[in-house]
């Protein structure tokens, strides 16, 4: 069984900072693309950013300069860098990884369970 599980979430003043995590555990053989997702309450999810595992980023326009992505690929580990919040990143933040389990050859498609994030005004 492969899990996903986000940590870091939290409230937070705007224009401060916080720094999300997600650990990949499990038979992991391989992790490739990894991505933060965001769904604000009565919204879609959308996509924030994602990384290959060679670690080429994109981000969404309205994080660009203010949010880094990265991972740590020897513990398969994801994190989301958020600087200059605003109340507008106020949503759930999910991590989203292409992940391959040991002996088999299929990539699947996990989520984890969401962190909360709240910006106050």
């Known amino acids: 069984q492969i899990q996903l599980v986000e940590s870091g979430g939290g409230t937070v003043q705007a224009g401060g900072s916080l720094r999300l995590s997600c650990a990949a555990s499990g038979s992991i053989g391989s992790v490739n693309t990894m991505r933060w997702y965001r769904q604000a309450s009565g919204k879609q999810r959308d996509m924030v950013a994602d990384i290959t595992s060679a670690g080429i980023t994109t981000y969404a326009d309205s994080v660009k300069g203010r949010f880094a992505i990265s991972r740590d690929n020897a513990k398969n580990t994801l994190y989301l860098q958020m600087n200059s919040l605003s109340p507008e990143d106020t949503a759930v933040y999910y991590c989203?990884?292409?992940?391959?389990?040991?002996?088999?050859?299929?990539?699947?498609?996990?989520w984890g369970q969401g962190t909360q994030v709240t910006v106050s005004s």
């Open positions: 989203n990884a292409d992940v391959r389990s040991i002996g088999t050859f299929t990539w699947r498609s996990r």
